[in-house]
T-cell receptor, first 115, second 113 residues
Framework: DQQVKQNSPSLSVQEGRISILNCDYT??????FLWYKKYPAEGPTFLIS???IKDKNEDGRFTVFLNKSAKHLSLHIVPSQPGDSAVYFC??????????????WGLGTSLAVNP | DADVTQTPRNRITKTGKRIMLECSQT?????MYWYRQDPGLGLRLIYY???????NKGEISDGYSVSRQAQAKFSLSLESAIPNQTALYFC????????????FGDGTRLSIL
């Protein structure tokens, strides 16, 4: 059962507009969240993160919002650029059985930014 | 130069063969991970290592083994490959703090016929 859900497999946006990628989670014990971006034939690269003690974190064109009561986070890209076209993964940090932290990954959303 | 290097980048082999995927890193991280990615299933953790003497199974370790030869090297082996192990494999590294992101190699595309 997916504990981190990205319900939109794909998203298409015009260049210059806002891209909003959504992520829902089921475990209220998750306390740190990350977004990764992946281009074809490359590994995922870290984009931005947020701690559960915050509701917003911003880095340039990228902003992540966290709504703990709704168990929902979103990544906003403003303005969107064609180079942002990639697959975006949401991930949450949790403890495993040995009390070590590990990442739980969503399935990804493929973003296409059209010129 | 890449911080996390995986070799080979592509491999096609036959059922029953032994295969080793290698990962080396120059980031100085103690923690290393092996994942596989399948369409519709996202990234799944196979094995992880928090230092040279610490190896742990992930969620899908059956059919795989690993070796941490040094801080910088972590290899994944398929002792007797089977077709459902066809996937994209990623190695990653991270620092010890929970909020330090993982850094990934560019992947090995493995096809087992």
């Amino acid at each position: 059962d997916q504990q981190v859900k990205q319900n939109s497999p794909s998203l298409s946006v015009q260049e210059g507009r806002i891209s909003i990628l959504n992520c829902d989670y089921t475990n209220s014990m998750f306390d740190y969240f990350l977004w990764y971006k992946k281009y074809p034939a490359e590994g995922p690269t870290f984009l931005i993160s947020i701690s559960s003690i915050k509701d917003k974190n911003e880095d340039g064109r990228f902003t992540v919002f966290l709504n703990k009561s709704a168990k929902h986070l979103s990544l906003h890209i403003v303005p969107s650029q064609p180079g942002d076209s990639a697959v975006y993964f949401c991930a949450a940090v949790t403890f495993n059985a040995g009390n070590n932290r590990k990442l739980i990954w969503g399935l990804g959303t493929s973003l296409a930014v059209n010129p | 130069d890449a911080d996390v290097t995986q070799t080979p980048r592509n491999r096609i082999t036959k059922t029953g063969k032994r295969i080793m995927l290698e990962c080396s890193q120059t980031k100085g991280h103690d923690r290393m991970y092996w994942y596989r990615q399948d369409p519709g299933l996202g990234l799944r953790l196979i094995y992880y290592s928090f230092d040279v003497k610490d190896i742990n199974k992930g969620e899908i370790s059956d059919g795989y083994s690993v070796s941490r030869q040094a801080q910088a090297k972590f290899s994944l082996s398929l002792e007797s490959a089977i077709p459902n192990q066809t996937a994209l494999y990623f190695c990653a590294t991270s620092g010890a703090l929970y909020n330090q992101p993982q850094h990934f190699g560019d992947g090995t595309r493995l096809s087992i016929l």
